[in-house]
């Protein structure tokens, strides 16, 4: 069964930063299209960015765009996710997955950002 650990979210000031991992069970990370989704509270989950299996195409929601950078390290079966001037509306629990993405999520890392 995949296995998804994301970790790394915390409460910060507006403008500020943090870096989320997720660590995965096996290859998934290697072979797949990984992406970070965020649910914030009271809306659906949503995709926020998305890299290749390369490591080299990605995407981004408009709404982190220039500020969020998705990367990933195929020897340490890691993904993770730069997110840099950080205002309150990127408080949301964030989670990786495949994309498209499996069923089986994990619990996820609350990022909460304060005005």
């Known amino acids: 069964q995949v296995q998804f650990v994301e970790s790394g979210g915390g409460l910060v000031q507006a403008g500020g930063s943090l870096r989320l991992s997720c660590a995965a069970s096996g290859s998934i990370i290697r072979i797949n299209i990984m992406a970070w989704y965020r649910q914030a509270p009271g809306k659906q989950r949503a995709l926020v960015a998305r890299v290749s299996t390369g490591g080299t195409i990605t995407y981004y929601a408009d709404s982190v765009k220039g500020r969020f950078t998705i990367s990933k390290d195929d020897a340490k079966n890691t993904l993770y996710l730069q997110m840099n001037s950080l205002s309150p509306e990127d408080t949301a629990v964030y989670y990786c997955?495949?994309?498209?993405?499996?069923?089986?999520w994990g619990q996820g890392t609350q990022v909460t950002v304060s005005s």
């Open positions: 997955n495949t994309d498209p993405y499996f069923p089986s």
